[in-house]
C-alpha cells in the first residue's frame, strides 16, 4: 500500500513536469486512492480534522462498537483503558471480531477485510445489530489507518487471535495463539500517529472518563471498568485510576447527577424508557427536569452517539413536550397555558433523550445532528403520550410546572412589550434580524453587542454570553467595502441592513447616537488574517455610515487570544505569536513541558473559553476605535487610499511603504 506521507514534494523531484507540461490534462494525471489511503490523505473528511477533538473521536469510534455489541446482548461489560505515551485500550466481552476468511476476500480474514477496508462490516443490514452506532462501515478502519500502531486481540471459542497494524498496513499474518479461559471478545490498543496529529496532544483523563460514564449512563445493562495510569492524571482532573462504571437507573441516575445541588421547579423528573414495536425496532429512554435559576442542559444521543447538534429527535422532545402541555393546561381549565411555546417549555430545561433506531441518518462523518425525519415523529408522539399520563397523574406537580412555565411565557411577553416601548426607532416597523440573540436588558445602559463572523463563532458567543446584557448577532463572512461599493450595493446588501436594524441607530444622515440600542459595539473576529480583513471592512462601514458611534467611544475591537498555553495546572492565553514568545521568555521560562495550542477561530473555542478570554468584562481586554483630532485629517487619506475605489493608490502605499517591511507572519 502506497504511503502517501512519504512521496517527495519537492519541485526538483525526478519526474516531476515542467512548466510546459503543467498545462497537460490526461489519464495519467488522475489518481486512485486505494484501501485506506483516502483516510491518511484527508483525515477531516472522517473526523473532523487533526486536533485534539478529532483524536478523542478515535476513542468514541472503537468505543461505539463495543457498545453495540453490548446493546446488542452480546456483552456486558467493557474495559477502557488509558495508559502512557497516549496508547489507549478498549476491550469487551463480546462476540469477537469473525476471524474466519472472507468469502470476498479468501486470503483475507474478515477482520483484516474490517480493519483495512472502508465500508465493510456487520452494521449495514438489520441481520447482525438490531441498532447501532456505525452505519458506515469506517470507524475502526479509520483509527487503524491514523494509528502508528495497532493491535488487535480477538478471543473466539475460547481461542485467541492477534494481529498487529501500522498505519493501517498489517505487520503480519493473523495467528492463532492458543487456547484462553476466555469464551470470547475484541481487544484494540492503539496508538494516534504522530504524522497525522502533527500538533501534540494528550489524550485528556477526563474527557475519556466522562465519554465512560455517559456510555455507561446511555445502556444500563453495561459496565464499564475505566483505568487510567496515575502519572496521567493531574489533582484538577477530579479523575480515578480506576473505577467500575454501572448506572442501574439509566438516564434518570444521570439526570440526578448533574441536578445535584440545584434548585428545581419540580421534586419528581419526568423519567420513562420504553421499546418500541417491532417494526422499528428502536428505544426512547429520556430524563427531564426544569431548574428555578439559570440555564438547562439539553443532551442527546442516537444509538449511545453523542449529537451535540441535535436533531430530529430533539425536535421531537421539544414538540412533544409543549403540545402535552398545552394540551393539560386547557383540560386543567387554565386559559393562560395558550401563551406557552416551546422556547418557554425548554427555558431551563434539563433534557437527557437517548434514542435507540434502526438505520439512522446523520449530517456528517462526525455525527454530531440527527437528520432522520422519522425520528421526529417517533419521539413526538412516545413523549407526548408519557407526558400527559404523568401530568394527569400528579395534578399537584402538574400545576406547579405548569404556572411556573406560565410566569416565565408572561415574564418573555413583558419584555418584548418593554422593549417595543423604550427601544421605538426610526426602523420600529421592522422586525429585528432573526438571526440576532439579543440582551434581556431593556435600557441601552450596560448592554453590549458582538458582531461575530460566522454561525459557528455565533453558536459559540451565545453559549459564552452574559443574557441579560449582550447581545450576539452573527455575520455571514466578510460584510461589502463601504468605501468602494456603490449606494445600490449598499442599499441592497443583507448583512449591513441586519447590522443596521439591530443597532437601531440609523445610518448616514439618519444617524442618532441617542437611538443606539447596545452602549458597546464589540467587533469579535478570529486572531488572524482573515480575522483582521473583516474588521476592517467592519471598521470602515461604522466610519463612513455610523461616524458617531466612533466620535462618541461606543465602538471596540474584543481581543480574542490565538493561542493557550498549558503547563501543568497553569494556563494562559496569547493575542498573537509575539506575546506567545513573551509569555514563553517569562511566564514559563525553565519550566517543563508545554503544551502549546493554536486556536483555529472562534467556532472552535468551547463557550467556558470564549468567556474567560473575550468575553468576561471582568478579565477580558477591549480596544476602543478612536480617531484622535490631530489624525483626522490622514485617517481619512489612508480610508480612501487602502478601501476606496482607486486600486493606484494601494499600489502607491504599497510600495511605498514595501522596504520597511522585515517580516511576513504567514
Not at 502506497?2 to 490526461?26: E, I, Q, R, T, V
Not at 475505566?226 to 479523575?239: A, G, H, Q
Request: charged content about 25%; overall charge neutral; proline content about 5%.
Amino acid at each position: 500500500m502506497a504511503d502517501l506521507f512519504n512521496k517527495s514534494s519537492a519541485k526538483s523531484a525526478p519526474g516531476a513536469k515542467s512548466s510546459a507540461d503543467k498545462n497537460s490534462y490526461s489519464a495519467k494525471d488522475i489518481e486512485v486512492l486505494e484501501g485506506l489511503e483516502p483516510v491518511r490523505h484527508r483525515p477531516g473528511m472522517y473526523i473532523g480534522g487533526t486536533d485534539s477533538a478529532a483524536m478523542h473521536h478515535l476513542v468514541a469510534e472503537v468505543l461505539d462498537n463495543s457498545m453495540d455489541e453490548a446493546v446488542a446482548g452480546h456483552a456486558d461489560h467493557i474495559e477502557l483503558e488509558l495508559g502512557p505515551d497516549n496508547v489507549v485500550t478498549v476491550r469487551d466481552n463480546g462476540r469477537g471480531i469473525p476471524v474466519d476468511p472472507h468469502p470476498k476476500f479468501k486470503n483475507k480474514s474478515a477482520l483484516e477485510v474490517i480493519l483495512t477496508t472502508l465500508h465493510s462490516g456487520g452494521k449495514f443490514s438489520n441481520k447482525v445489530y438490531e441498532t447501532s452506532g456505525g452505519l458506515h462501515g469506517v470507524g475502526v478502519s479509520v483509527v487503524n489507518a491514523l494509528s502508528d500502531r495497532l493491535d488487535v486481540e480477538v478471543t473466539r471459542d475460547k481461542t485467541l487471535y492477534k494481529q498487529s497494524y501500522s498505519r493501517g498496513v498489517p505487520k503480519g499474518p493473523l495467528k492463532q495463539v492458543g487456547a484462553t479461559p476466555k469464551k470470547s471478545g475484541t481487544s484494540i490498543t492503539f496508538h494516534p500517529d504522530p504524522e497525522i496529529f502533527t500538533d501534540k496532544h494528550d489524550f485528556s483523563p477526563a474527557r475519556l472518563y466522562r465519554m465512560a460514564r455517559s456510555k455507561a449512563y446511555l445502556f444500563r445493562g453495561v459496565e464499564i471498568r475505566w483505568k487510567c495510569d496515575p502519572s496521567l492524571i493531574s489533582p484538577k482532573d477530579n479523575v480515578p485510576t480506576e473505577e467500575t462504571i454501572h448506572f442501574p437507573g439509566g438516564l434518570a441516575d444521570f439526570l440526578a447527577s448533574h441536578l445535584e445541588g440545584r434548585e428545581t421547579l419540580i421534586t419528581k423528573p419526568f423519567t420513562g424508557n420504553v421499546t418500541l414495536g417491532s417494526d422499528t425496532g428502536g428505544k426512547i429512554e429520556w430524563a427531564v427536569n426544569w431548574v428555578a435559576e439559570g440555564e438547562g442542559i439539553n443532551s442527546s444521543y442516537c444509538n449511545t452517539v453523542p449529537t451535540p447538534m441535535g436533531g430530529t429527535h430533539e425536535a421531537g422532545m421539544r414538540t412533544g413536550l409543549t403540545r402535552a402541555l398545552k394540551a393539560y393546561g386547557e383540560l386543567a381549565g387554565n386559559r393562560r397555558a395558550t401563551q406557552i411555546t416551546s422556547d418557554d417549555v425548554m427555558d431551563g430545561a434539563c433534557v437527557l433523550l437517548s434514542l435507540f433506531m434502526r438505520n439512522p441518518q446523520f449530517q456528517g462523518q462526525t455525527k454530531e445532528k440527527l437528520a432522520s425525519v422519522e425520528a421526529a415523529k417517533m419521539v413526538e408522539s412516545t413523549i407526548k403520550d408519557h407526558f400527559d399520563h404523568w401530568l394527569s397523574g400528579d395534578p399537584t406537580t402538574a400545576n406547579d410546572l405548569l404556572n411556573a412555565i406560565i410566569d416565565r411565557a408572561e415574564e418573555r411577553l413583558r419584555e418584548k412589550k418593554a422593549k417595543e416601548f423604550n427601544r421605538k426607532t426610526a426602523t420600529r416597523r421592522l422586525r429585528l434580524p432573526g438571526k440576532l440573540a439579543d440582551c434581556s436588558r431593556n435600557a441601552a445602559d450596560g448592554t453590549e453587542i458582538f458582531l461575530v463572523e460566522g454561525d459557528s463563532a455565533g453558536g459559540s458567543a451565545k453559549s459564552a454570553r452574559n443574557r441579560e446584557t449582550q447581545a450576539i448577532l452573527p455575520l455571514r463572512g466578510k460584510i461589502l467595502n463601504v468605501a468602494s461599493a456603490s449606494t445600490d450595493k449598499l442599499q441592497g446588501n443583507q448583512e449591513i441592513a441586519d447590522l443596521a436594524l439591530a443597532l437601531g441607530c440609523g445610518v448616514g444622515s439618519r444617524f442618532d447616537v441617542s437611538k443606539l440600542r447596545y452602549e458597546r459595539v464589540i467587533i469579535m473576529t478570529d486572531a488572524d488574517v482573515d480575522g483582521a480583513h473583516i474588521a476592517s471592512l467592519l471598521i470602515t462601514f461604522f466610519y463612513r455610515e455610523m461616524r458617531g458611534l466612533i466620535d462618541h467611544g461606543h465602538l471596540y475591537l474584543a481581543q480574542p487570544p490565538l493561542y493557550r498555553i498549558t503547563q501543568g495546572g497553569t494556563t494562559v492565553y496569547a493575542r498573537d505569536d509575539a506575546h506567545k514568545e513573551e509569555l514563553l521568555k517569562t511566564t514559563f521560562k525553565g519550566r517543563g513541558k508545554i503544551d502549546i495550542s493554536r486556536f483555529k477561530g472562534l467556532g472552535e473555542m468551547p463557550p467556558m473559553q470564549l468567556r474567560e478570554t473575550t468575553m468576561d468584562q471582568s478579565k477580558r481586554i477591549l480596544l476602543r476605535i478612536t480617531i484622535p483630532e490631530s489624525e483626522r485629517d490622514l485617517t481619512e487619506e489612508r480610508v480612501e487610499s487602502l478601501m476606496g475605489r482607486k486600486p493606484e493608490l494601494r499600489l502607491a502605499f504599497i510600495q511605498e511603504y514595501a522596504p520597511s517591511v522585515r517580516e511576513l507572519d504567514l
